[in-house]
C-alpha cells in the first residue's frame, strides 16, 4: 500500500525519572527549551523545542532501563511496519496509538503518526 514515512524525531526514555527534572538536564545539554511536562494516562512527558530540521524531541519517563529511541512518523503505521518487517524488523507490540518495533540491530523504534504541521521538517519518504 502506498504511504509516506521519516524520521519524526527522538525519545529520551528516563528510567523512574521526575520529567521536568530530566527535561531540564537535557534542554541545558543539546540547548533546547523545555516545556512543562504533561501526562497522558500514567505516562508523562517533557517536550525540548528549537530540535534542528524540526525534529521532535522529548523526555519521557518509563518503567524500563534509561535509553534512547527514535521515532518514524507515517501517514499509515501499519503499511509502514509491514514495510519495516520485510526489512528485518519485528512488531514487539502496540501502544496506546503507535507501533513499537525492534530492528534487527536489536534497536527499538516506534512508528507513530505522521504529525500535520510539516513547517521545517524534510519531505516524506513515498513508498508503494
Known amino acids: 500500500?502506498?504511504?509516506?514515512?521519516r524520521l519524526a524525531?527522538?525519545?529520551?526514555?528516563?528510567?523512574?525519572k521526575d520529567a521536568d527534572e530530566s527535561a531540564r538536564f537535557w534542554s541545558a545539554a543539546l540547548g533546547l527549551s523545555p516545556q512543562?511536562?504533561?501526562?497522558e494516562g500514567d505516562a508523562e512527558y517533557a517536550e525540548l523545542?528549537?530540535?534542528p530540521g524540526g525534529l521532535h524531541v522529548e523526555v519521557q519517563r518509563v518503567?524500563?532501563?534509561?535509553r534512547v529511541h527514535?521515532?518514524?512518523e507515517s501517514d499509515d503505521i501499519d503499511a509502514e511496519a509491514d514495510r519495516l518487517e520485510?526489512?528485518?524488523?519485528r512488531r514487539i507490540g502496540f501502544v496506546k496509538r503507535w507501533w513499537v518495533m525492534e530492528a534487527?540491530?536489536?534497536?527499538?523504534?516506534?512508528i507513530v503518526r505522521m504529525r500535520e504541521d510539516t513547517a521545517g521538517k524534510a519531505p516524506a519518504n513515498a513508498w508503494e
Open 1 to 5: 500500500m502506498a504511504h509516506r514515512s
Open 9 to 16: 524525531g527522538f525519545i529520551i526514555d528516563c528510567q523512574d
Open 36 to 39: 512543562p511536562a504533561y501526562r
Open 49 to 51: 523545542d528549537g530540535a
Open 63 to 66: 518503567t524500563h532501563a534509561s
Open 70 to 72: 527514535l521515532d518514524i
Open 86 to 89: 520485510r526489512l528485518g524488523a
Open 104 to 110: 534487527p540491530t536489536g534497536h527499538r523504534f516506534c
